[in-house]
């Protein structure tokens, strides 16, 4: 008698194809390096990437984005391998994802705010990050309905002779925007009570960390607070601030770790993220943490600081922290580890920035950190309450 094969109950991971663009805006080596990253979106996502194509175009095809003939090279290859979805690495409007998918059928087209956005709603495990996460997902639908309806067929017809399509979008657009106002309704509720919260915080001051997503900010705030917070090595392990009371020789401070920036990041989603960033805009001291160890992480350091100016945080105090100093080597960079260090040293306090390299996970490195933050701390809070200065 012969024996049943084992049921194999895994579930197929999804595959997909990237496409980027580079054009007079965004250079190759640029474009790579964002590919790159895309290739980690897909990865946290939980899909597979096969094959990364770049077209060079001085601007993107109006139609296709890509143009008629990168798009049926890209086509060929999707169909002889059966992959399941096209990720494209810049934002996509609704007639060019109705384009692409009327040439290339049954195959889902995915922009990276979407995959962003899609990443975002796997992770949120508060109603706060999921009333968050819907709002912008509805919002960076909504402009797209219209083009990317195409399971109804439009009537032509004169004045007031609309088809059942145009009124079925209509319908739609409208459930939508009800729905995008009532969650803004529930944000503003939800954004009451956090604004609540933070204030019946009490006279301790604020530190928060801050940083390009995935760069150890998760595994610092165990470290600092002694308790376990979750951390991943996937893009976006944090969305809902943690906030842990942590105290350093005899002085409390309120420590927060706030989500990641990225890239790229969708606009919906910085506005619907608004009150974990007050997180960030109420906090006294901030720890911007780096990860050295990245080859792009001068790059990532910009977006953030671009970010905070964005949000009104680029005059704080601020720490410059490099982690994963322990990751560094040698073949991976120009320089030495002990020549980078060095440079960005100089480059950095001449600025009058705190400035420190360390690894999250070394007890020694933490222990100066400790240090550092215990005396940044006296001092904002002999500024700020010179009547508790029996503390110290």
Known sequence: MSKRKPIDTSVKRETCVLIGLATQYQKREQLEEYLEELAFLVTTADAETKKTFIQ????????????????????????????????FDDELSGSQIKNIEKEIPEVKIIDRP?????????????????????????????PRLTNMWTHLQKQKGGIGMKGPGEKEIETDRRIIRDRISLLKKDLASIDKQMATQRSNRGALIRVALVGYTNTGKSTLMTALSKKDVFAENKLFATLDTTVRKVVVGNLPFLLS?????????????????????????????????????????????????????????DDKPTLLLFNKIDQLKDEDFERTPAEIVSGLKERFEKDGNDVIFMSALDKGDVSILRDLLYERVKELHVKRYPYNQFLY
Request: aromatic residues 8%; negative net charge; contains cysteine.
């Open 257 to 313: 770790d706030t989500v990641g920036f990225i890239r790229k990041l969708p606009t919906q989603l910085i506005e619907s993220f608004k009150s974990t960033l007050d997180e960030t805009r109420e906090s006294d001291y901030l720890i911007h943490v780096i990860d050295v160890s990245h080859p792009q992480f001068e790059d990532q350091l910009d977006v953030v600081e671009r970010t905070l100016g964005e949000i009104g945080c």
């Open 114 to 142: 979407n995959l962003i956005l899609d990443i975002f709603a796997q992770r949120a495990r508060t109603a706060h990050a999921k009333t968050q996460v819907e709002l912008a997902q509805y919002q960076y639908l909504l």
């Open 56 to 87: 060079s175009l001085t601007k993107p095809d109006v139609k296709t984005f890509v143009g008629s003939g990168k798009l049926q090279e890209i086509k060929e290859y999707v169909v002889a391998e059966e992959i399941d979805m096209i990720v």
